[in-house]
């Protein structure tokens, strides 16, 4: 099953890969970044979307790797 991967604030510090739906992190890294290089990578491999957060918890970005019927007409590439 195909599950978006969220890029969100880990309250401790540092930022969390996690699984939509999923409790636990997938994985934690120091900076947003990495965060963001390895939640890409496992949402490319599961062709699925990428849901990049803020600090403040709030959706800064998505990027969608899945087959998608109905594409956002994307005007950030």
């Known amino acids: 099953?195909?599950?978006?991967?969220?890029?969100?604030p880990d309250k401790n510090?540092?930022?969390?890969?996690?699984g939509e739906g999923n409790s636990k992190s997938t994985a934690h890294?120091?900076?947003?970044?990495?965060?963001?290089e390895k939640a890409r990578e496992i949402a490319k491999n599961q062709q699925s979307e990428l849901v990049i957060h803020g600090k403040d918890g709030r959706?800064?970005?998505k990027d969608s790797y899945g087959p998608d019927p109905n594409p956002p007409k994307d005007?950030?590439?």
Not at 13 to 18: I, M, P, S, T
Not at 31 to 36: L, N, R, S, V
């Open 59 to 61: 959706i800064q970005d």
């Open 1 to 8: 099953m195909r599950k978006n991967q969220h890029v969100v």
């Open 13 to 18: 510090g540092g930022w969390n890969v996690k």
């Open 29 to 36: 890294t120091d900076t947003k970044q990495e965060a963001i």
């Open 75 to 77: 005007t950030k590439h």
